[in-house]
T-cell receptor, first 114, second 111 residues
């Protein structure tokens, strides 16, 4: 079965420190990979995606993600966290079939303390 | 573009009542998705449309749920009759060739 795993329910970091939010996937082939962020009482906002090419993808708000094919991972990173980065982060994959549906992970709550 | 627009933002209804959630996708997008978000189950895909045609409704939990897309600019998700376990945030999303764009969701509470 196709799935996405976000092993951490919550990640706590201090402002100014680097952050990593982990994501691994189990999908056949080479899927498209996405990160979305959800702020309280809001919809999901697109952060970045990997389709092909350079394994390091840069996205919105200073976030980046590293694709690792051998480990089937797509971890989200940021060199210096901000308090305003505190939110719920979702990893998602889009299998390369004929559809455009996304398979989401369970989400990771990021808490950046001042 | 105003993005994906959902209405209402909040809905409180009594068990047994019919509930209709509405979505206006981004103009030009040919895919529309309905998701449900709960604490227990996370984000679940309920159904999606391509060019107004339902493609995959395997995520629709029961016959009480139905969705329509009468034209490219409007879709509805209906629950009849509603039950307390249907309480959740329902998201609509649309996309074309790129990433999906989400609406702000409808928070449904069935009492």
């Amino acid at each position: 079965a196709q799935s996405v795993a976000q092993p951490e329910d919550q990640v706590n970091v201090a402002e100014g420190n680097p952050l990593t939010v982990k994501c691994t996937y189990s999908v056949s082939g080479n899927p498209y990979l996405f990160w979305y962020v959800q702020y309280p009482n809001r919809g999901l906002q697109f952060l970045l995606k990997y389709i092909t090419g350079d394994n390091l993808v840069k996205g919105s708000y200073g976030f980046e993600a590293e694709f690792n094919k051998s480990q089937t991972s797509f971890h989200l990173k940021k060199p210096s966290a901000l308090v305003s980065d505190s939110a719920l982060y979702f990893c998602a994959v889009r299998p390369l079939d004929s559809s455009y549906k996304l398979i989401f992970g369970s989400g990771t709550r990021l808490l950046v303390r001042p | 573009d105003a993005g994906v627009i959902q209405s209402p933002r909040h809905e409180v209804t009594e068990m047994g009542q019919e509930v209709t959630l509405r979505c206006k996708p981004i103009s030009g997008h040919d895919y529309l998705f309905w998701y449900r978000q709960t604490m227990m189950r996370g984000l679940e895909l309920l159904i999606y449309f391509n060019n107004n045609v339902p493609i995959d409704d395997s995520g629709m939990p029961e016959d009480r749920f139905s969705a329509k897309m009468p034209n490219a600019s409007f879709s509805t998700l209906k629950i009849q009759p509603s039950e307390p376990r249907d309480s959740a945030v329902y998201f609509c999303a649309s996309n074309s060739q790129r990433e999906a764009f989400f609406g702000q969701g409808t928070r449904l509470t069935v009492v």
